[in-house]
């Protein structure tokens, strides 16, 4: 049991502490991962449109102070001179002029055509100020600013030419690669920092928990007296104060129920005892009236055998309730010996007059080191119900199937026991219904007053039983360490079937040794 509970409170706390662990590295993964986007993001924006601004306004003020002495419309000679000028103020910028159909690059060795657009271009010649945009160019971005240029008059006409200067954008692609390296990188860290929080977060919250299950395990195995610690005022606290006053209750009530259970087997074992003397009396009064019935008037006669019956069948229940009552205390303990159970068999049946009544087919090299009496008394009500309340033939079976136990089975071609009936048969005083006809507990006679003060049994006819036969036989099959089932035949009637665990000769010997 208590490595049982072990394992409950690992498991307990293995799970809760793993989701927990892993809920706060998702929550921190999570959170890191959205800052890295967001970090990201804003400074890639932050740098590129700082970049964007700054090419815009230098190339309008480049443009406007070389502009001023450039005569339109240019030659190609004019027009090259132009873009070399605006670039040297750009510094390793890619500046193209183009006025009508001449174009002038600043660096004659540079490709220009893939890196600015149609787009661009257009937006450009619609005259409607600076326009930008960035393009990839053989895997690597650019930025790219174009401008009309306009009269100096007050009324701004486009003179036809257009100015395009390229950026080169790796440098911020690497700035902003690295950002997010450094920041992916930090994220490690944060990871590891909310584990161990976690984990921390764990042993403080599952510490109590553990308690609380332990604690509830012990409860529950039987140990009412299991209590945890209440510390604090959170809902841990509220749920061991709620345990703690659940477990009390459950304490008191169960020492009541032992208290009214002591009284209850005290009272009837008192009365049991007291009802024997004048039990003994009145059944010396009933045999001297059933021995002289014969001499008297037929009422007479009758209300006198009556007597001697009911007297009977009241001290057997007498004897049955003290028996069921040493049960109960815990104080029947076996007397055990090696027994050849066939002849154990035999002599019960013939000790009440069943000989002929039964067929019976026993392995004669059954022993085992048992309680004749108590074997017995098993033997007398499994066969005397079968006898009373089934129908014949009646069989009994005793059988060594596996080698270290035995069975006895007890089978009749009676009415047999509804589903109901054989889950209650063995019930103190169950009375079943009428298919097994004035039926109580399935209680056989053990033959004339059933077990004496002494433990002897007497010989005598088969009368109704107490109510108590079956129940007394189920225990003593326990006292065993075994069992008695009842199930249905296929072919009609009950069968009941004792299975008792063999202890050899040899094993007593070496244990009485």
Do not use: C
């Amino acid at each position: 049991m208590r490595r049982s509970l072990g394992r409950g409170s690992r498991r307990l706390a293995g799970g809760l502490r793993v989701r927990l662990v892993v809920t706060f590295v998702l929550v921190a993964l999570v959170s890191a991962v959205t800052a890295t986007a967001l970090a990201y993001r804003d400074a890639r924006t932050a740098v590129l449109q700082r970049t964007q601004n700054t090419a815009v306004n230098d190339l309008r003020e480049r443009v406007a102070a070389v502009g001023a002495g450039l005569d339109l419309p240019p030659d190609q000679r004019s027009l090259s001179r132009f873009a070399a000028k605006v670039s040297e103020g750009l510094g390793a910028r890619i500046v193209v002029a183009r006025h009508q159909d001449l174009t002038a690059v600043s660096d004659a060795y540079a490709d220009t055509e893939g890196r600015i657009t149609a787009e661009l271009r257009a937006a450009v010649r619609s005259g409607d100020g600076a326009r930008f945009q960035r393009v990839q160019w053989r895997g690597d971005p650019y930025l790219v600013v174009g401008t009309p240029v306009t009269y100096a008059d007050g009324d701004r006409r486009t003179s036809g030419l257009e100015v395009f200067v390229i950026t080169d954008l790796r440098a911020e692609r690497d700035d902003t690669a690295a950002l997010l390296d450094s920041v992916r990188t930090g994220t490690v860290p944060v990871v590891v920092l909310a584990a161990l929080l976690a984990l921390l977060a764990a042993g403080t919250v599952l510490r109590p928990v553990r308690k609380l299950g332990r604690a509830t395990r012990e409860l529950a195995a039987g140990d009412l007296g299991s209590r945890v610690a209440v510390r604090g005022h959170d809902e841990l606290a509220d749920l061991a104060r709620t345990f703690n006053e659940t477990a009390d209750a459950l304490q008191a009530s169960d020492a009541e129920l032992r208290a009214q259970e002591a009284k209850a087997r005290r009272f009837v074992a008192d009365v049991s005892h007291e009802l024997r003397t004048p039990l003994a009396a009145m059944t010396m009064v009933a045999t001297v009236l059933e021995e002289d019935a014969d001499q008297l008037p037929p009422d007479a006669a009758h209300a006198a055998r009556t007597v001697g019956a009911e007297t009977a069948r009241l001290s057997r229940l007498v004897e049955d309730l003290m028996e069921i009552s040493r049960f109960d205390a815990g104080a029947v303990r076996l007397d055990a010996t090696v027994t050849d159970l066939a002849d154990t068999v035999r002599a019960s049946l013939a000790l009440r007059g069943w000989t002929d009544r039964v067929t019976v087919e026993l392995r004669e090299d059954v022993r085992a080191v048992v309680d004749r009496r108590r074997i017995d008394v098993i033997v007398a009500n499994l066969v005397g119900n079968a006898l009373r309340h089934g129908a014949p033939p009646v069989t009994v079976t005793l059988a060594a199937p596996g080698g270290d136990r035995m069975t006895l089975e007890v089978a009749d071609r009676g009415p047999g026991l509804p589903p109901e009936a054989r889950e209650r048969v063995f019930d103190r005083f169950y009375k079943a219904d009428a298919a097994r006809t004035r039926s109580t507990s399935g209680d056989g006679d053990r033959g004339g007053g059933g077990p004496g003060a002494d433990g002897s049994f007497g010989q005598g006819g088969f009368g109704q039983g107490s109510g108590l036969g079956m129940a007394i036989a189920l225990e003593n099959a326990r006292l065993h360490g075994g069992t008695i089932e009842v199930a249905e035949r296929p072919e009609g009637g009950a069968m009941f079937t004792l299975r008792l665990p063999l202890r050899h000769p040899e094993e007593e010997e070496e244990g009485d040794g």
